[in-house]
């Protein structure tokens, strides 16, 4: 089981807007933020804190895993196309607009990189 996810930024400030932004439609509000992370939640439940954009502890440059992606649950459609229009609007890269990837699926996706390049998917 899961207990939060993590993803690293060199501009937390920076990140911290975009994330803002782009997780607003999928009901996760900014619960915490320090010198080194900011913490997301759902709107009903703030005190479980599920995501976390920070600084590496190590203070080394923050960088994206290949083949890593962080996925979100959009509780709609219209959330979900909401999700990929703020992130490329706040000037993420476009990995995908929404729709479904296998044939017969009803299961829909969107993705786009953040400002430091972390894959982040949403589906409904």
Do not use: W
Not at 14 to 22: I, K, T
Not at 34 to 57: G, H, L
Not at 71 to 97: C, I, K, N, W, Y
Request: glycine share 10%; aromatic share 10%.
């Amino acid at each position: 089981m899961i207990g939060y996810v993590m993803v690293g930024t060199n501009d937390l400030d920076r990140a911290a807007g975009f994330y803002d932004a782009l997780l607003a439609p999928l009901d996760l509000v900014e619960v915490e933020r320090t010198e080194t992370y900011v913490a997301y939640a759902p709107v009903d439940a703030k005190d479980t804190i599920e995501f976390y954009v920070t600084t590496p502890f190590d203070q080394r440059p923050a960088t994206r895993g290949n083949g890593t992606m962080i996925v979100f649950g959009a509780p709609s459609m219209q959330a979900l196309e909401q999700f990929h229009e703020v992130g490329v609007q706040r000037g993420g890269t476009d990995e995908g607009a929404p729709g479904p990837r296998e044939e017969g699926s009803d299961i829909c996706y969107a993705y786009v990189r953040d400002l430091d390049g972390n894959k982040i998917c949403a589906f409904v």
